[in-house]
C-alpha cells in the first residue's frame, strides 16, 4: 500500500540535543511538507520542498532545518535553537503543483523533558 | 498575511442532524480549498476539495459551498454520525504558492 510514514510515533528530547523526526513516501509525490501542530491549534509550515534538492521554509523555521536527498525522503532535525520544540509534528506530501490535498502521515509527539 | 479562519473552535450536535462547519479566508487569490478532518492522535484526512470556478461539489454526505464574494467557505455533513467526531480544517491556497494555508480548526462533538 502507498502511504507516508513517520516514525517515531512518540519522541522525548533533552534540552539541548538536536532531534531527528522520520518521513518516508512511497505516493511517488513531489511535494513535501513538515507542519507543528499544537494543542487546539492549527497547523504552522515549518518547510517545503517542491521539489528534490531544494526547499523553502515557511512560517516558523527557526529552530529547524530539513533536507531533501531523495524524492522519497524529508527529515527534520529539531536543533538546540528551537526553545520550545514541544509539539505534534505532521509530514505531509502531494503530488506537486497547487491543486492537489495533501496526503499526512500519522504524526511525531515531540516532548522535552 | 494569508489567514483562514473558523468561525466557531467547536459545535455539538446530535446524531441524525446535519453539521455546518464554516470557514473565512482573507486572501482573495485563493483558487483552491480543501477540508480536512483530523481524529484524535492522528493526522489529517482529505475529505473533499473545491475549485474557484466551482460554487458547490458534493461528495458522500458532504458539501462543499464555496462564496468568493465573501470569501467564505462551508462544509455540510448529512446525518452527522458519531464517527464524525473530529476537529475539521479548511486550507487554502493558490497558483503557485507551493504550499497550502490551514485555519484553527473546528472541534465536532456527535451526541448519541
Known amino acids: 500500500d502507498g502511504g507516508i510514514t513517520q516514525s517515531p510515533k512518540y519522541l522525548f528530547r533533552k534540552e539541548g540535543q538536536n532531534v531527528t523526526l522520520s518521513c518516508e513516501q512511497n505516493l511517488n509525490h513531489d511535494a513535501m511538507y513538515w507542519y507543528r501542530q499544537d494543542p487546539g491549534q492549527g497547523l504552522r509550515l515549518i518547510y517545503y520542498?517542491?521539489?528534490?534538492?531544494?526547499?523553502q521554509k515557511g512560517d516558523i523555521a527557526e529552530g529547524y532545518s530539513v533536507s531533501r536527498e531523495k524524492k522519497e525522503s524529508f527529515p527534520l532535525t529539531v536543533t538546540s535553537a528551537q526553545k520550545n520544540p514541544t509539539a505534534f509534528y505532521l509530514c505531509?506530501?502531494?503530488?506537486?503543483?497547487?491543486?492537489?490535498?495533501?496526503?499526512f502521515g500519522s504524526g511525531t509527539r515531540l516532548t522535552v523533558v | 498575511g494569508e489567514s483562514v479562519g473558523l468561525h466557531l473552535p467547536t459545535l455539538s450536535v446530535q446524531e441524525g442532524d446535519n453539521s455546518i462547519i464554516n470557514c473565512a479566508y482573507s486572501?482573495?487569490?485563493?483558487?483552491?480549498f480543501i477540508w480536512y478532518k483530523q481524529e484524535s492522535g492522528k493526522g489529517p484526512q482529505f475529505i473533499i476539495d473545491i475549485r474557484s470556478n466551482m460554487d458547490k461539489r458534493q461528495g458522500q454526505r458532504v458539501t462543499v459551498l464555496l462564496n468568493k464574494t465573501v470569501k467564505h467557505l462551508s462544509l455540510q455533513i448529512a446525518a452527522t454520525q458519531p464517527g464524525d467526531s473530529a476537529v475539521y480544517f479548511c486550507a487554502e491556497t493558490y497558483t503557485n504558492a507551493g504550499k497550502s494555508t490551514f485555519g484553527d480548526g473546528t472541534t465536532l462533538t456527535v451526541k448519541p
Open positions: 505531509a506530501s502531494s503530488i506537486g503543483g497547487y491543486a492537489y490535498g495533501y496526503t
Open positions: 486572501n482573495s487569490a485563493s483558487d483552491y
Open positions: 520542498s517542491q521539489i528534490v534538492n531544494d526547499f
